[in-house]
């Protein structure tokens, strides 16, 4: 059973920091490619950054420059650190795994944590 569990989410004031975690387990963790969604109230999921195998990176243009993905391979999980955070990266944030290889079109979600940026 492919379980990913997401964690770190909560309130913070703008200009503040959190750090999500994604555990993955039930998969075989080093073929996938891991991201991080959002979606904001009545907008749609948009990607913020994904990270290859390899570590190859990538951000949403939002992003650069303030968060940070990582995976370590070994414990099976990823994680987005969030600086500077404003109010307008109010969300819920889900983590994602896409297969590559013999692995492909095996994707998972998720089940979210949420982000509030307030003061």
């Known amino acids: 059973q492919v379980q990913l569990v997401e964690s770190g989410g909560g309130l913070v004031q703008p200009g503040g920091s959190l750090r999500l975690s994604c555990a993955a387990s039930?998969?075989?963790?080093?073929?996938?490619?891991m991201a991080w969604y959002r979606q904001a109230p009545g907008k749609q999921r948009d990607l913020v950054a994904d990270i290859t195998s390899g570590a190859g990176t990538n951000y949403a243009d939002s992003v650069k420059g303030r968060f940070t993905i990582s995976r370590d391979n070994a414990k099976n999980t990823v994680a987005l650190q969030m600086n500077s955070l404003k109010p307008e990266d109010t969300a819920v944030y889900y983590c994602?795994?896409?297969?590559?290889?013999?692995?492909?079109?095996?994707?998972?979600w998720g089940q979210g944590t949420q982000v509030t940026v307030s003061s």
């Open positions: 039930g998969i075989t963790f080093s073929m996938y490619k």
């Open positions: 994602y795994a896409a297969g590559t290889g013999w692995y492909k079109n095996r994707n998972y």
